[in-house]
């Protein structure tokens, strides 16, 4: 792939893409407003992680064990807050990716692990 760049300098016929000023800031979009696929993955595996969280924990429930956070008692209450975060996730990545991109991704990696240790948690809840 030929960056953007050496088209407008007629002294550098062509240069690797990764020398792209773009390349170096995440990955070169067409428009200004798309996320990189890399996010959108990362994200994609957050959303799953919290879901994933949402129906062991209600599979706990089943079983006889009680939710720790008194807020989320009711299973309504429990699947709109998941929701919630999830929206507020998707604009916070979406925002902040376009000048943090490693950040973005930092963060929705940890916040996967910690979704999904506790998935993992609520699975092996035998009560």
């Known amino acids: 792939m030929v960056c953007p760049m050496a ?3 007629p002294a550098i016929r062509v ?6 000023p773009d390349a170096r800031q995440g990955a070169a979009r ?3 407003d798309a996320m990189t696929f890399l996010t959108g993955v990362f994200l994609g ?3 799953s992680a919290s879901a994933g969280d949402a129906v062991t924990t209600h599979q706990a429930r089943a079983r006889g064990a009680s939710e720790g956070n008194p807020l989320l008692q009711h299973e309504a209450v429990m699947l709109g807050t998941k929701a919630a975060g999830g929206v507020a ?5 979406a925002k902040f990716e376009k000048t943090h991109p490693v950040w973005t991704r930092v963060i929705l990696m940890a916040g996967s692990g ?3 240790t ?3 948690r609520n699975a092996r809840t035998q009560r």
């Open 7 to 9: 088209q407008r300098v």
């Open 45 to 47: 595996a957050f959303l």
């Open 15 to 20: 240069r690797r893409f990764a020398d792209c």
């Open 30 to 32: 067409a428009d200004g």
């Open 114 to 116: 910690a979704y999904l």
């Open 89 to 93: 996730t998707t604009v916070f990545a």
């Open 118 to 120: 506790l998935a993992m």
